[in-house]
């Protein structure tokens, strides 16, 4: 945002809400495209390394699981018709990965 107020040459001190210097620099920023943004790049970076999170997400620990119905997962949510073998393959090329979700 810092940067949109200095290149429409916005100070500080200007009581400017941030929609409206979305507005004049012509920048549709949506909530709900943001957090998908981001969770992408967070799962993409999980996959990528080898780590207990990767473990988790992939369903290999051991142990039982508690009670009752399964939580809705993130990774549900981000399948988008995929199967997770193949955002695993996706994940390990960056630029296939930002281009493919």
């Known amino acids: 945002m810092w940067v949109w107020r200095r290149l429409d040459g916005i ?45 988790i997400m992939e369903g290999k620990l051991e142990g039982r ?7 809705f997962g993130m990774l549900t949510d981000m399948l988008n018709g995929r199967t997770f073998e193949q955002m695993k393959e996706d994940a390990q090329d960056r630029v296939k990965w ?4």
Do not use: F
């Open 11 to 55: 100070k500080w001190s200007d009581k400017v809400r941030n929609e409206e210097v979305l507005r004049r620099v012509g920048e549709k920023r949506e909530i709900l495209t943001t957090i998908k943004d981001r969770k992408r790049n967070w799962l993409g970076h999980i996959l990528r390394r080898d780590c207990l999170q990767r473990r």
């Open 65 to 71: 699981r508690p009670r009752g119905r399964r939580r």
């Open 98 to 101: 930002r281009t493919s979700c």
